[in-house]
Nanobody, 127 residues
Framework: QPQLAQTGGGSVQAGGSLTLSCIGS????????MGWFRQAPGKEREWVAV????????YYVDSVKGRFTISQDVAKMTFYLVMNSVNPEDSGMYFC????????????????????WGQGTQVTVSS
């Protein structure tokens, strides 16, 4: 059973940077979708960034393009969300998640399709 443990998060001022880490175990290094999601108070959880180890494809929600980067160390089963130029709208609980062996060899961009989740970490951006 794959497991994910998150580190990082905390408080940062607008314009600053923050890196979240997700350390995994027991999931296939190939053909796994690695994703980051976030949930702001009173809002639904949304996907933020996804990376597919099966081919290196990356996906970003429009609101973070050019500011956030998903990176990974597949050998260590660890992936990261590097957050630059953050703003208060980036505040929320951030979750990492994986979906091994996605159907059609393409990563879903929807929460229900990801099967294993980290415990979540809070990010607070002050103006």
């Amino acid at each position: 059973q794959p497991q994910l443990a998150q580190t990082g998060g905390g408080s940062v001022q607008a314009g600053g940077s923050l890196t979240l880490s997700c350390i995994g175990s027991a999931f296939p290094r190939t053909r796994t979708c690695m994703g980051w999601f976030r949930q702001a108070p009173g809002k639904e959880r949304e996907w933020v960034a996804v990376y597919y180890t099966g081919g290196g494809a990356e996906y970003y929600v429009d609101s973070v393009k050019g500011r956030f980067t998903i990176s990974q160390d597949v050998a260590k089963m660890t992936f990261y969300l590097v957050m630059n130029s953050v703003n208060p709208e980036d505040s929320g609980m951030y979750f990492c998640a994986i979906r091994p062996k996605p159907s059609g060899d393409k990563c879903p961009l929807a929460e229900p399709e990801f099967r294993y989740w980290g415990q979540g970490t809070q990010v607070t951006v002050s103006s």
